[in-house]
């Protein structure tokens, strides 16, 4: 495997690339750099080389679909290409093809944010958890659509993802105000709106995301706050089709506390899943829609043949 692409698997390790969207565009970029360098002689030889850089990306953070999803099909095509074409021919047209994909889900993460800005209505106080680009595209979005709100984001313990949201806002002019996790019941009190990203969409419209997400999802629920989380079609999780459950990702203790004192355990899930029936609606890049139609819509978006 290239050293570019072990390098980018680290950084989704460690967090320096985090968030769904940024995740499975950096495993794209990976996989255009393996096939621009590779020294593969002929196309079946890429392949085998392609699917080895793309199942130690998929390996980085096992609860990424969006990824798992850009990986399967970067595999499908190449493997169908293969009999076509030459190696030297296949490696480009497989980078314009994924430099194309790349674009395309640019344009269909505008339409989603126009989507979400017209949810926030003028003066609403906006709760958010965690780091989402998606969700910071949509209030960017808002603002320069001239909607009045702010936002509270939730820090996000261990890794205080909601400081990057925070600064990430503040620097975009937006009214900003960070709090502890544990604040998020007093906060969700004067919230008119949760709006969460989402990193996994099983078949039932369950959402996985951020730790902690689920939490919020009931506060809100006790508040009469609309709970809404934006998510592109392809974060759905094909294999909960079947009847599997998306793995939790289980990260190092040592990110909650890294010397604790003999008997104390630890655990550090990275994410949590809130039911359906929490949830108010998923903003996608086809429009805003129930959780109990996401299945069917990306079906047909990715598709999927049912
Ligand atoms: C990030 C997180 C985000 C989703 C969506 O977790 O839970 O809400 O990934 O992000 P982590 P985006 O920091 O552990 O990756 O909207 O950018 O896809």
């Known amino acids: 495997m290239q050293t570019r692409v072990r390098r980018i698997v680290s950084d989704i390790k460690a967090l320096r690339i985090q968030g769904a969207r940024n995740i499975a565009r950096s495993a794209i970029g990976a996989l255009i750099i393996e096939a621009k360098e590779s020294k ?66 640019v344009r269909e993460f505008e339409r989603l ?8 209505p003028d003066n609403a106080v906006v709760l958010t958890h965690c780091h989402s680009s998606t969700v910071t595209g949509i209030l960017k979005r808002a603002k320069i659509d001239g909607k009045r709100f702010s936002v509270v984001a939730c820090e996000t313990r261990p890794r205080w993802q909601g400081r990057i949201t925070a600064a990430e806002l503040a ?13 998020a019941n007093m906060m969700m009190k004067k919230a008119d709106l949760c709006l969460v990203g989402a990193d996994s969409i099983t078949s039932k419209g369950d959402l996985i995301n951020k730790v902690g997400t689920s939490m919020i999802a009931h506060l809100a629920r006790m508040h009469d706050v609309s709970f809404f989380s934006a998510a592109e079609l392809s974060k759905f999780s094909r294999f909960t089709m079947y009847g599997e459950r998306e793995k939790i990702e289980e990260r190092d203790h040592a990110e909650v506390w890294d010397r604790p004192p003999r008997g104390v355990k630890i655990r ?35 598709g999927i043949d049912i």
């Open 40 to 105: 593969a002689k002929t196309s079946d030889a890429l392949v085998r080389e392609m699917k080895l850089a793309g199942d130690t990306l998929a390996a980085s953070r096992p609860t990424e679909p969006m990824m798992r999803n850009a990986i399967e099909d970067a595999n499908r095509y190449l493997a169908g290409e293969a009999k076509k074409q030459d190696v030297k021919r296949l490696k480009t047209a497989f980078a314009a093809r994924e430099n194309a994909q790349l674009e395309r889900m």
């Open 113 to 120: 944010t126009e989507y979400g800005s017209g949810l926030i």
């Open 171 to 183: 620097k975009a002019g937006i009214d900003v105000t960070l709090v502890v996790d544990g604040a």
């Open 268 to 302: 550090n899930p990275a994410f949590d899943v809130t039911a359906s029936s929490y949830i108010s609606g998923y903003v996608t890049e086809m429009g805003v829609i129930p959780a109990q139609s996401f299945f069917n819509v990306a079906a047909q978006k990715l």
